[in-house]
């Protein structure tokens, strides 16, 4: 190696999987290039990145520069420019760029397409990856400026592939792997996610909003893809309908021939299957009972937690009516604090086109767009003129579903039209009853 890394070095044990040990690996299959590749960026990139890594280890401190702009003709983003600090010393990373490359829904993937993605990352970056992002995105980890078009050249021409979101835009939506591989599913969390992204793709490669925006879809209120956290808005698959309860499984449960959780816990013992203890009194609107060999459930008072149906998947199951519900605002915590998505839509149909979903989409779009401040998340503008004005941009009746608890002051605005006689008072009327 280039450089020498001892602090690194130690990473190299332990059971997890190392990522020094993998970037040498790189770092070695591109000096030996037993492919005869016509590396387009240094060949002793990666041996760079450790160096430079060694040293903020050494130093405690990064070693890039602030910022970096760069990027293809035609798109706003989607590249995440950036140069080392000390480019004399590390000249395989003075330009080390990101590229955010759109990845399939759920991310399951052909060896194929893979291999092709790795030819062309091999040739011209360094080789070094992350799968994936954490809003979704294959991400390309580090290039030169010149590479940028030659990828994305290749990346559409050849492959199909387009480049994820990055900036003031629509971000890279992402799914849980919903119906593909999960009962719990109450839509097709990969089609909506691909047709709303599809349908977007002009708010995603060219910036045109106050700040960033991301969409996330979860097949059921589990949140695989943590939707209510990570997203500005959040579609979480429920339904209307009854929980459909199949007694003899419930008996299989309760014999002990099917493990609770699926096996979950198997890990451990915790004793025989107690569903009183495990399901019925954890119901946190306690609205199961089991009696006479017979479990219930009043639905009526369910709030589809999830719960008994994780814990007996084989005898619950979701209803037929299924929907999502749409939550809104969920932000980290700069500027004005950390939110998770509020409810907006208890229950929309997610049925093609995406006609009802799309008009909630633009309509919060349309207001945030024209009232958002530079560089204000949603979550903080509804913050800022209220969940109500949310409601009444996007057509929906307030519920009190749209609350957890009522205000609890009484600094409450009324609107001049609900107000017997307005606003336009005269001082000196109110003077003829009341002297000075
Ligand atoms: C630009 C001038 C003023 C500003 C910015 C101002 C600001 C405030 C603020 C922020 C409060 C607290 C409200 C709350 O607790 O939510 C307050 C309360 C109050 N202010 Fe002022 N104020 C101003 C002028 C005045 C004047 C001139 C008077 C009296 C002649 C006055 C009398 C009061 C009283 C009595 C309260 C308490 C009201 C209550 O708690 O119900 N303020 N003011
Ligand atoms: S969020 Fe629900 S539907 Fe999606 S994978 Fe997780 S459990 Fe399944
Ligand atoms: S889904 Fe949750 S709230 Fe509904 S019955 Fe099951 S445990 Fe109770």
């Known amino acids: 190696m280039k450089h020498e890394t001892p602090l690194l070095n130690q990473l190299e044990s332990g059971p997890w999987p190392s990522f020094v040990s993998d970037l ?11 492919e005869n590749i016509e590396f387009q960026i240094p060949v002793d990139a990666v041996e760079d990145l450790l160096g430079v890594l060694e040293l903020s280890y050494v130093d405690g401190t990064t070693h890039w520069k602030h910022g970096g702009i760069v990027g293809v003709f035609g798109y706003g983003g989607g590249v995440i420019g950036r140069y080392c600090d000390q480019p004399q010393n590390f000249p395989g990373v003075a330009h080390f760029h990101t590229m955010r490359v759109a990845q399939p829904g759920g991310k399951y993937y052909t060896a194929e397409y893979l291999r092709d993605l790795c030819d062309l990352w091999d040739l ?3 080789g070094i990856t992350n799968m994936h992002g954490s809003t979704g995105d294959i991400i390309f980890i580090g290039t030169t400026t010149p590479q940028l078009e030659e990828v994305f050249y290749e990346l559409t021409h050849k492959f199909n592939q387009d480049l994820g979101g990055s900036g003031s835009n ?3 939506p992402a799914d849980c792997i919903g119906s593909s591989r999960c009962e719990y599913a109450c839509y097709d969390t990969q089609a909506l996610c691909y047709d709303l992204t599809q349908e977007y ?3 995603l490669h060219r910036p045109a909003f106050p700040y960033k925006f991301k969409f996330k879809f979860d097949g059921c209120p589990n949140g695989c893809v943590a939707s209510i956290a990570r997203s500005d808005l959040s579609f979480i698959g429920t339904w209307k309908d009854e929980i459909r309860i199949d007694q003899e499984a419930v008996q299989a449960y309760i014999g002990g021939e099917m493990p609770p959780n699926a096996g979950a816990h198997s890990g451990r013992d915790w004793g025989a299957f107690d ?3 495990e399901v019925i009194a954890l119901c946190p609107s306690d609205c199961m ?5 017979k479990l219930e459930i009043n639905n009526k008072e369910c709030v589809r937690c999830m719960h008994c149906i994780n814990v007996m998947p084989r005898a619950l199951r979701i209803g037929n009516d299924r929907g999502c519900s749409i939550l809104a605002g969920a932000k980290a915590p700069i500027l004005d604090g950390a939110q998770m998505g509020s409810l907006l839509i208890p229950f929309i149909k997610v049925e093609e086109p995406y006609d009802e979903i799309k008009e909630v989409i633009e309509n919060v779009w349309d207001w945030w767009m024209e009232e958002g401040k530079n560089r204000e998340r949603l979550g903080e503008l509804i913050k800022r003129q209220g969940l109500q004005k949310l409601l009444e941009v996007t057509g929906v009746t307030p519920d009190a579903r749209h609350v957890q608890e009522p205000r609890s002051n009484p600094y409450i605005f009324w609107k001049e039209e609900e107000v017997e006689g307005g606003w336009d008072r005269d001082i000196d009327e109110y003077r003829k009853h009341h002297q000075r």
């Open 170 to 172: 629509l971000r890279t």
């Open 201 to 203: 793709q002009d708010e």
């Open 275 to 277: 569903i009183q203890k």
């Open 289 to 293: 009972k089991y009696e006479g060999g």
């Open 24 to 34: 040498k690996q790189q770092a070695e299959v591109r000096a030996k290039n037993e």
């Open 124 to 126: 011209r970056g360094s």
